[in-house]
């Protein structure tokens, strides 16, 4: 069992996760997958895929993750995928500052936490590799989206850096940056800004009433969202390749924005996207 390549993968209850997690199982890996409900597991251990409970808010279920998985594999680690995370809508003005501590608590601290505690596995081996699921939003702002995309700007300096100071080692570190997939994100969505938001009392009122209703499957389907498929894609080059990239934008509307960065000035680029839904 310790001969096959070993990672652990997180937010595996669906979507983007528990595709990748069923497609790194049938191309032969073995996946410590996580979840944070325990209902979650049965479709997982179904398939044989190794689950376990963890919470990324959660530091004490974060270190018996490591230990059980280091326990079972032999200490052998070859790769992380960090993919749990959720979004929490809402105007920087109207996003309570308790929101924002624990949006970066799920999408940042918790991913560095786990990151920080794999990595003495991999040096042992001389070897890993940490995939990071970024997003579009972690190189290009949305609006209604800032407490998000603060935590994945965050998250791509963290990473960019680790894996520079990781040079050498054989450990390297990608960053996966998608835009629309197919999933339970925006259901997720959904329920945080009803939630955290004093939806009548804004001065964006009328604008959370037409976001809500896109939310709600009510606007125009979105046809340039992919399925998680393509995300496994370029996951597998992150995971293989000699080398493998730093980034690795997925769907057009994340190598539009990426391109359009580049190319016009910021007062243009930024007027652009205050267009976009």
Not at 9 to 17: E, H, K, L, R
Not at 61 to 75: E, T, Y
Request: charged content about 25%; overall charge positive.
């Amino acid at each position: 069992m310790t001969d096959r390549r070993t990672i652990i993968v997180t937010g595996c209850s669906s979507g983007i996760g528990a595709y990748c997690a069923s497609a790194l199982h049938r191309d032969g890996w073995r996946v410590f997958a996580t979840v944070r409900r325990e209902e979650d597991r049965d479709a997982l251990e179904a398939q044989g895929i190794e689950s376990f409970l963890m919470d990324y808010t959660d530091a004490n279920s974060i270190s018996a993750l490591v230990r059980d998985v280091a326990a079972r594999s032999g200490g052998r680690i070859d790769a992380l995928f960090n993919n749990g995370a959720y979004g929490q809508p809402g105007a920087v003005e109207d996003v309570p500052t308790q929101a924002l501590r624990i949006q970066f608590e799920t999408n940042v601290f918790g991913w560095h936490e786990l990151t920080r505690q794999v990595i003495p596995f991999m040096r042992q081996r001389g070897q890993g590799r940490i995939v990071q699921c970024s997003s579009i939003l972690g190189l290009v702002p949305y609006r209604y989206r800032g407490a998000y995309t603060a935590s994945k700007f965050a998250l791509e300096g963290l990473s960019l850096t680790l894996r520079m100071e990781l040079e050498g080692s054989g450990i390297f570190v990608s960053l996966i940056e998608p835009g629309p997939i197919t999933s339970r994100f925006t259901a997720t969505a959904l329920k945080h800004i009803e939630t955290a938001i004093d939806l009548e009392n804004s001065a964006h009122a009328a604008e959370y009433h037409r976001q809500l209703a896109r939310l709600n499957g009510k606007g125009p389907v979105n046809r340039h969202k992919l399925g998680p498929e393509a995300v496994y894609e370029v996951l597998q080059h992150a995971l293989t390749a000699r080398r493998p990239r730093p980034h690795y934008p997925v769907t057009t509307p994340a190598k539009r924005g990426i391109a359009l960065k580049r190319l016009l000035p910021a007062d243009l680029f930024y007027r652009i996207l205050r267009r976009f839904d």
